[in-house]
């Protein structure tokens, strides 16, 4: 069965730090990827996906992932955290057997950022 | 607000109740998905419908799940004869899934649900 790993539970970093999310998957066939962010409080937003071309995508606020096909992983970066990016963040996967979708997305357990100001 | 809208936001019951609740999908979209999302776990696929067709449910759905969208428009989720271990937040969300595979899914805000 497919599956989405993220290796970091809880990451805390320094305002002004880099950071970088990982997120491994398991599966060989063609995916859609994507990052979402939850603000406390608030309900899941997307930050960022990835379809086709150029793997490199940018999202809003800043973020950044990089598709590594090779590696099964879209990681997750941005170069300088502010406190507001305090959230807990999650990568799906949405596997495309036969060319199609198959709809239902896949995530992973999350991980938790701290940004201490 | 046009986004994704469920109702209760927090339901609080006996075991051996039964619950439902609903969600409004962002206008338009022809995809709705439940998801369930326990501490310390991602959302974990329930059942989606493509308008009123209902066409896939995860193995997690047990016969006491059942969901509905007869009109392709809102859906509800219902759970009959709770447990202990249905405490969870249940998602939706909904999309435009097209001729281009590009499909994005937007969420609503989650329905907390606390068995006693």
């Known amino acids: 069965a497919q599956s989405v790993s993220q290796h970091n539970h809880h990451v805390i970093l320094s305002e002004a730090a880099s950071l970088e999310l990982g997120c491994n998957y398991s599966?060989?066939?063609?995916?859609?990827l994507f990052w979402y962010v939850q603000y406390p409080g608030q309900h899941l937003q997307l930050l960022l996906k990835y379809f086709s071309g150029d793997p490199l995508v940018k999202g809003i606020k800043g973020f950044e992932a990089e598709f590594i096909k090779s590696k099964f992983s879209f990681n997750l970066r941005k170069p300088s955290v502010q406190w507001s990016d305090t959230a807990e963040y999650f990568c799906?996967?949405?596997?495309?057997?036969?060319?199609?979708?198959?709809?239902?997305?896949?995530f992973g357990k999350g991980t938790k950022l701290s940004v201490k100001p | 607000d046009t986004g994704v809208s469920q109702d209760p936001r927090h339901k609080i019951t006996k075991r051996g109740q039964n619950v439902t609740f609903r969600c409004d999908p962002i206008s338009e979209h022809n995809r709705l998905y439940w998801y369930r999302q326990t501490l310390g776990q991602g959302p974990e696929f329930l059942t989606y419908f493509q308008n009123e067709a209902q066409l896939e449910k995860s193995r997690l759905l047990s016969d006491r799940f059942s969901a509905e969208r007869p009109k392709g428009s809102f859906s509800t989720l219902e759970i009959q004869r709770t447990e202990q271990g249905d405490s969870a937040m249940y998602l939706c969300?909904?999309?435009?899934?097209?001729?281009?595979?590009?499909?994005?899914?937007?969420f609503g805000p989650g329905t907390r649900l606390l068995v006693l």
């Open positions: 969300a909904s999309s435009l899934a097209g001729l281009k595979p590009r499909e994005t899914q937007y």
């Open positions: 599966y060989g066939g063609t995916v859609n």
């Open positions: 799906a996967v949405r596997t495309r057997a036969g060319g199609g979708s198959q709809g239902n997305l896949i």
